[in-house]
C-alpha cells in the first residue's frame, strides 16, 4: 500500500485509536514510521480497503471532530524538535483519514529493559525522567497532552536517551465529546 511517496511495510502495532504502521520514505531512502487515524470505536474500512468511514450516521460528527484534532495534533507536534519526542515530518490526509510520518525510532520500551535487569538505580533514572519531563513541558506549551504515557511508550535508544512514542491524544478529545 502507498500513502503519497510511502510504501508501508509492515504493520507494528494496533490500538483502540490506530494503526502504526513501518513504511518506507520512496523520495528520501529512508524508513519512517506512520500512524494513521482509525478510532475503532467509530470507524470501518471501506471495501477499497484504503479509505476510512465513520461506522454509521450518528458517530459521523465524532469521526471527524477526531479526525481534525487527529490533524491538530500532528501539526502542533510537528512544531516540538526535542530530542525526547518523536520528530514528526509530515501529516497527511487522504482516504477520508490522516497519517502522521515519524521517525522510526530504534530503540527499547522502559518495561523491557526493566525486565531484563534489576531495578533501575537513582542515578541512571533520573536522567532519563529529567528529559522526558522537559519534553512533556513542550508538549503541554503547545496545548497538548500526551494522552497514552505509560512505560511502553518511552523508548530508550542505544545512547540512552528516552523517546516518547505513540502521542493519542485525540483518545482525550473522544472522552471529552462522548
Avoid at 502495532?13 to 482509525?38: C, M, P
Avoid at 502522521?100 to 525510532?105: A, E, K, P, S
Avoid at 519534553?135 to 540512552?160: C, E, M, T, Y
Amino acid at each position: 500500500t502507498h500513502i503519497g511517496v510511502y510504501e508501508i511495510k509492515r504493520l507494528i502495532s494496533v490500538d483502540r485509536s490506530g494503526f502504526i504502521y513501518s513504511a518506507w520514505n520512496e523520495h528520501l531512502n529512508t524508513q519512517v514510521t506512520v500512524k494513521e487515524y482509525f478510532p475503532a470505536d467509530f470507524a470501518v474500512r471501506r471495501q477499497d480497503g484504503a479509505s476510512v468511514a465513520a461506522k454509521s450516521a450518528e458517530e459521523e460528527e465524532l469521526y471527524h471532530y477526531g479526525l481534525k484534532n487527529f490533524l491538530r495534533l500532528g501539526d502542533k507536534l510537528s512544531e516540538i524538535h526535542h530530542p525526547s519526542i518523536v520528530g514528526i515530518h509530515n501529516v497527511l490526509k487522504f482516504n477520508n483519514t490522516a497519517y502522521l510520518i515519524m521517525d522510526q525510532i530504534q530503540g527499547v520500551a522502559i518495561t523491557d529493559l526493566h525486565e531484563a535487569a534489576s531495578d533501575f538505580t537513582e542515578s541512571e533514572l533520573n536522567p532519563i525522567l529529567a528529559s522526558v519531563l522537559e519534553a512533556l513541558q513542550q508538549v503541554h506549551s503547545k496545548g497538548l497532552a500526551h494522552g497514552d504515557l505509560f512505560p511502553g511508550n518511552l523508548l530508550i535508544r542505544a545512547n540512552g536517551l528516552p523517546v516518547l512514542v505513540n502521542f493519542a491524544a485525540e483518545r482525550l478529545v473522544f472522552a471529552t465529546q462522548s
